[in-house]
């Protein structure tokens, strides 16, 4: 209806580009036309790999007016991984651009190589297919996209989310978070987080326009905040993690602030919510995107999660189902006609998640246990106190620590593995204990092996090797018994390198205090001994009052260790006079 509307109006920038609505959906259209040829329709599925660019759009919008749904692919995520997700969804395209064209073709399927169609190459049958829109084939129950959460079970879950929820979600974010056609909308989540449709689609169904930005650009910190006034930036959906790096400076265009992916702490509010709407939205995958907002006041308690959106029924329940009284401890379960249709070939986890709502008299209505302990206080708002089981976010992503335990021992030298996350400023990092067989492989083995398996946010930031997990008289582990990881020391990588010049020195005092290691090693990568992209934002800035101008965040993903990150800063800024070797001591 807008581009049909205002075909001329910038619809989303990237860069020095932009692309109007009447562009955006004759290019979605080509691509339509293209995916039905090749046999996409409803209830099929295609896989999507992009970063953050216009070829996104079109991409994902193209996949819909085919009438297919879309599973997000994360080019830096294992191929194994991204190919068992495509497995399960039973696809066998995958939609990209030419540079993950060569990542793309190594998936398969079933044994087989999947087709890949990139839209920015020159092909002719692409150029060749009609601009105009295709019939539509798609209803409210008609299916929108797969997402792949964590699985306690040991291998990601994939939830199946309708277009009915994405229309009742869009229609209550276009009004809570005060969107209109002159908004410009930061488009800052991955496609692999289920958040960035609540960026994405209220702005182009409403005419805004929607602004996408590099990597480097949106690394939260200085970056992200230049970028957010550079672009005069009206509309902003962040993790608190990711808005606990940027300075309250002063953004005058800044009309609406979201945080979502984690509990928001009262300091953040107190910081943020002057002088703008500041939203604190909540909703788990299973309820499309988010079901609940709160308008965020310092008062110095942690922002509830506000209210149901509407269609949405709240219930706080006990063990047996039933209403606690107001103010009282529950469990939150949610129902709606936009709940997720369930999990993918998992009917027995969907009959144990999505549980017939006693509380309507309309046959089939359902509701999902969310497994969030909240209360309800006397003025409606709905305030959240943790989990009752051990799912963990990391930097907003949800994560189940038993699909990690479950990597961990398909290691052949483990013989007991429990993940935990422990709490850290700036948010929480999972630590690995572990008691290993005869020969035991080293951290370093360790965080290689689960590189190929799992997600980076997923992998472990610390591991410890115990002589054995302990157990309590009933045989279940005893977390309560585990010890506190220690400061990382020598024993962090294969082998413990010491700093060697003054340089070295003082980068690997700035990685003490940003990954709270005791002795990184100047050989030691950066990511793998518990960094993460917040991390490296501090780094750049501990480093920069040191060394003014010397490494960009961007570099500092290129040259992720304390000897190449002194490197870098020597033949810069000239190299220190290096430091005595020590050939030997004596005690």
């Given amino acids: 209806e807008v581009a049909g509307a205002t075909p001329g109006r910038v619809a989303a920038t990237f860069e020095d580009r932009s692309i109007t609505y009447g562009e955006l959906n004759a290019a979605a259209n080509r691509l339509a036309h293209l995916l039905r040829r090749r046999g996409s329709g409803p209830e099929r599925v295609v896989g999507v790999m992009f970063e953050k660019g216009l070829e996104m759009l079109v991409g994902l919008f193209g996949a819909w007016k085919a009438g297919a749904a879309f599973v997000p692919l994360d080019a830096d995520v294992p191929a194994d991984r991204c190919s068992l997700m495509l497995e399960r969804c039973r696809a066998d395209l995958v939609v990209t651009v030419e540079k993950f064209r060569g990542i793309a073709s190594a998936l398969e399927v079933h044994g087989r190589p999947v087709e890949v169609v990139t839209i920015d190459s020159t092909g002719v049958e692409l150029e060749e297919m009609p601009a105009g829109d295709p019939p539509n084939v798609l209803g409210p129950k008609s299916l929108a996209y ?11 879950k994939g939830v199946m989310v309708e277009h009915g929820g994405l229309v ?61 006034r550079d672009r005069r930036i009206t509309n902003v959906l962040l993790t608190p993690s990711a808005l606990a790096l940027v300075e309250p400076q002063q953004f005058p265009d ?18 943020w919510s002057g002088g703008r709407t500041m939203v604190n939205a909540y909703g788990p995958t299973e309820i499309t995107c988010f079901c609940h907002a709160a308008t965020v006041v310092a008062d110095g308690k942690p922002p509830p999660i506000g209210v149901p959106m509407a269609n949405i029924r709240s219930y706080v329940l006990d063990d047996n189902l039933e209403p606690v009284p107001l103010n009282v401890r529950g469990e939150l379960y949610v129902g709606a006609p936009g709940l997720a ?29 969310t497994g969030d302990v909240v209360r309800c206080r006397r003025d409606g708002q709905i305030e959240f106190f943790g989990r009752s089981d051990a799912q963990v976010k990391i930097r907003g992503f949800r994560v189940e620590p038993g699909e990690i335990e479950a990597a961990v021992l398909e290691h052949p030298g ?20 572990y008691a290993a067989r005869d020969p035991a492989p080293t951290v370093a083995e360790l965080r290689s092996f689960l ?11 610390a591991f410890v090797s115990l002589a054995a997990i302990p157990h309590s008289a009933s045989g279940k582990v005893d977390r309560r018994a585990l010890p506190d990881p220690p400061s990382a020391g020598p024993d962090i ?19 003490r205090h940003v990954l709270g290691i005791e002795r990184p090693g100047v050989t030691d990568k950066f990511f793998d001994v518990g960094g993460n992209s917040l991390k490296i934002v501090e780094l750049s800035e501990r480093l920069h009052k040191a060394y003014p101008g010397a490494l960009s965040v961007a570099e500092l993903f290129e040259h992720t260790t304390v000897r190449d990150m002194a490197a870098v800063i020597d033949d810069r800024l000239g190299a220190p006079d290096a430091a005595p070797a020590v050939v030997g001591f004596e005690l």
């Fill in 414 to 433: 483990i013989a007991e593995a429990v993940v935990v996350a422990r709490d850290e400023s700036g948010g929480k990092r999972l630590v690995c204990y």
């Fill in 341 to 369: 249709r369930g999990y993918l070939d998992r009917p027995d986890l969907t009959a144990e998640r999505f549980l017939p709502d006693p509380f309507t008299a309309s046959p089939g209505d359902r509701m999902y246990r």
């Fill in 168 to 228: 009742n979600m869009t229609r209550f974010a276009i009004e809570t978070y005060h969107v209109h056609p002159g908004s410009r909308f930061l488009q800052f989540m991955s496609i692999t987080f289920d958040a960035f449709l609540s960026e994405m689609l209220p702005a182009l169904t409403t005419g805004a326009t929607l602004s996408l930005g590099r990597r480097d650009e949106l690394l939260p910190g200085p970056s992200l905040a230049a970028f957010l």
């Fill in 254 to 271: 800044l009309e609406t602030l979201i945080v979502c992916g984690e509990a928001c702490p009262p300091e953040l509010a107190a910081r």
């Fill in 493 to 511: 990588s294969a082998g413990y390198t010491p700093p060697a010049t003054s340089t070295e020195e003082m980068v690997a005092d700035a990685w």
């Fill in 451 to 461: 590189a190929r398996k799992l997600p980076a946010y997923m992998v472990p930031a």
């Fill in 146 to 156: 797969v997402i792949f959460t964590s699985g306690s079970t040991g291998t990601p």
